[in-house]
């Protein structure tokens, strides 16, 4: 079902340094190239002092920043240590070498069934769709390993087809990145088209952060084909704080639950950005607004230069048995590590 009135427009809140492409596409794939790349473009349009903020040259040649501009009228101007600003500003601390933060931290390699799809738990084959982020986010495990070789797209998804195909165990399809939604529609429909083919399929999830970051992206070819696809769909957005959301955000949303897509939200637990119960509980209520579920609070993925965002476990465990004690149980999502070997995600 395609929601009757179209979705609010974002404003433009800040010059873009790009001229409009001459060929036509798609707005929110305008929205995605105009995004900010430059920390001191990002600290000025904020009215912060670039010396002042610690930022990294270096970290930010190892993984870039990226960010779109919508995302940035959501932070508050001035401040440093705002949560929105903490997660996408490269900074000194990620270029220190810390003991037990490593490159590949959650054995993404052992756990390859085909190119672009991994498989670590029963029933559920994840895939690499693609390498590409609307945002990069400085505390993700990506920052290490960009994917570019290796997505289930890159064939036309013959591979991951064939190795999904050939497993009747497989009854749900994740697909995740980088960032699915970052594939142009038809191209997400030429995997779905395939997909359908396949008999012993039930359910198709999709983890985006692109619904938050770049709210443009849920445009009407995109609901259409979610509405259209023959099973259950699962969004799982990927938003770590209550002030992520805006009217924008949530007429996506809003739209995406239209289209009969059920929305869950996972987020990580990050020192700086949502390490309170105040604004754990704020992030599951806001949500919650917006017609989402907490799913997963997950720790930390202990790659090198995210140590200064790790919360230590008993800490963890005591912020969220306080969220327990706060708020309904459905409002609390469930505190889990990905651990290499384990069956699932290990309850802390
Ligand atoms: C996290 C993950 C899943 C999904 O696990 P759920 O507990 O079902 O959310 C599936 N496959 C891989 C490889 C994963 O890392
Ligand atoms: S995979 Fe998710 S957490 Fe990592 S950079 Fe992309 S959007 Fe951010």
Redesign the pocket.
Known sequence: MIPAAPLPLQPEPVPAPTPAPSVPAPRWQRRWREAVRDPRELLGLLGLDAAAAGISDAAAAQFPLRVPRGFITRMRPGDLADPLLRQVLPIDAEQRIVPGFSLDA?G?GA?KKADGV????RG???LVATGSCAVNCRYCFRRHFPYADETAARDGWAGAIASIAADPSID?V?L?GGDPLSLATPKLAELTAQLAAIPHIRRL?IHSRLPVVLPERVDAPLLQWLSALPWPVTL?IHANHANEFDAYVDAALAALRGAGVQLLNQAVLLRGVNDSVDALADLSERGFAAGVLP??LHQLDRVQGVAHFEVPDGEARALHAALAARLSGYLVPKL?R?VQGDT??RPL
């Open positions: 959650v993404d756990a991994i498989q670590k738990y559920r084959a994840l749900e994740i995740s999830r799982v799913y997963y889990v990905e699932g995600k």
